[in-house]
């Protein structure tokens, strides 16, 4: 009798990775915007902590997966720091970690006024994902999203 095929054995899934992300928090709940250089991830970011968001990190974004949750922290090297783009490096307070709860895409336009709910997985976890609304005015309803003021067909 043929002994039984055994499955190889696989990697563990991975704990942590680097994103080239924006990253800021309210209430411990953290918005990770991510897109192409010159997007507008810092930009954004900028006028999020304006409104009171708090700054977790910029360009660079750690996150890790732990008991469940994603956690996203700054890079070491540039905690507390955000490039105004044709202003220069700024120095700001910061969140040293917040808890992944949406992911804001500025490589995608919306094109629904009422957007369906999407998803992104990251380290095998699922975030909800926005795509980039059209205009100007996206910092303060993401400042409401991150306050789960969110209601989604």
Request: hydrophobic share 40%; with cysteine.
């Amino acid at each position: 009798m043929p002994s039984p095929i055994e499955p190889a054995p696989q990697d563990p899934p991975p704990v942590s990775t680097r994103l080239h992300a924006s990253t800021v928090a309210l209430n411990g709940r953290a918005l990770l915007i991510v897109g192409p250089a010159g997007s507008g991830k810092s930009t954004l970011s900028l006028e999020m902590i304006s409104l009171g968001a708090e700054l977790v990190a910029d360009d660079q974004t750690q996150i890790r997966l732990e008991e469940g949750r994603l956690l996203a922290t700054p890079h070491p090297n540039i905690a507390g720091m955000i490039e105004a783009r044709h202003v220069g490096l700024l120095r700001l307070p910061y969140c040293p970690e917040a808890e992944v709860a949406l992911v804001l895409d500025l490589g995608q336009a919306e094109l629904h006024r009422l957007p369906p709910k999407r998803y992104l997985s990251i380290l095998g976890q699922k975030v909800i994902l926005l795509h980039r609304p059209p205009g100007g005015h996206a910092a303060a309803a993401l400042y409401h999203c991150l306050l789960q003021r969110r209601d989604t067909p």
